[in-house]
C-alpha cells in the first residue's frame, strides 16, 4: 500500500518525540471591545498615548523623507531645511494619510494600539489586531488635532531636535497623552 506524502508528514508529526503534537494548540481571540472602543469618534483615553507616538511616528517619517528628497550628491551631506509651503504641506499630509496598518490588540489583557513606530512590548506568541472601522479616523484626528494645538512651526522646529523632541512636545508635558498625570486618570477610570 503507498501512501501520499502528506499522509506521511502528517503522521510523523504525531509519532516524532518533540514534534508538534507535544505542543499546545495556539488559540488567539479578538480583543472584546467596550462601546466607547467601538463607536466613540475619540481615541478613548486609555489609547490616547499609543496614538500620539503613532502620530509622532508618522510625522519624522514623512518629514525625514521630504528632507532627504532635499539631499543631492552636490550638497555635500549638508542638512537644508524645509520650507514653510513644504513642512505645513507634509505635515498635513501625515495627518490625511490612510492610517492602514494601525489597530488594536489585547496583550496580557490590556489593550494596545499596535502599528509602524509603536513599540511592541511583551509579545504574545500569538495575536490578533483588528485594523479598519474607527482607527484611521481616530489616529487622522488626533494627528490634525496637534497640528491645530501646536502649529507646523513648532512641530517642524521640534523635529529638528530629533524624534525625541517632537514627542516630548506633542506627547509629553503635565497635560500631554504620555503624561504620568494622564496615565493616573485613565487608571482611576
Not at 516524532?16 to 469618534?41: N, V
Not at 507616538?53 to 514623512?62: G, L, P, T
Not at 484626528?141 to 491645530?148: A, E, F, K, V, W
Not at 503624561?179 to 486618570?185: D, H, P, V
Request: with cysteine.
Amino acid at each position: 500500500m503507498m501512501l501520499s506524502l502528506p499522509l506521511i508528514l502528517l503522521l510523523g508529526a504525531w509519532v516524532i518525540p518533540g514534534g508538534f503534537g507535544d505542543r499546545d494548540p495556539l488559540t488567539a481571540t479578538a480583543p472584546q471591545l467596550d462601546d466607547e472602543e467601538k463607536y466613540s469618534a475619540h481615541m478613548p483615553a486609555h489609547l490616547r498615548c499609543d496614538a500620539c507616538r503613532a502620530v509622532v511616528y508618522q510625522m519624522w517619517q514623512y518629514l525625514a523623507k521630504a528632507e532627504a528628497k532635499l539631499h543631492t550628491p552636490d550638497s555635500g551631506g549638508q542638512r537644508r531645511e524645509l520650507s514653510e509651503s513644504v513642512y505645513t504641506d507634509v505635515l498635513d499630509q501625515s495627518c490625511t494619510q490612510t492610517w492602514q496598518g494601525y489597530g488594536i490588540r489585547e496583550v496580557n489583557q490590556v489593550k494596545r494600539l499596535t502599528g509602524p513606530g509603536l513599540s511592541k512590548g511583551p509579545e504574545p506568541t500569538i495575536s490578533v489586531m483588528i485594523t479598519g472601522g474607527p482607527w484611521p479616523t481616530r489616529l487622522s484626528t488626533t494627528c490634525l488635532h496637534y497640528l491645530g494645538e501646536f502649529g507646523e512651526d513648532q512641530i517642524y522646529e521640534a523635529h529638528q531636535q530629533g524624534r525625541g523632541a517632537l514627542e516630548t512636545l506633542l506627547c509629553g508635558g503635565p497635560e500631554g497623552a504620555c503624561s504620568e498625570e494622564a496615565t493616573i486618570t485613565r487608571t482611576e477610570l
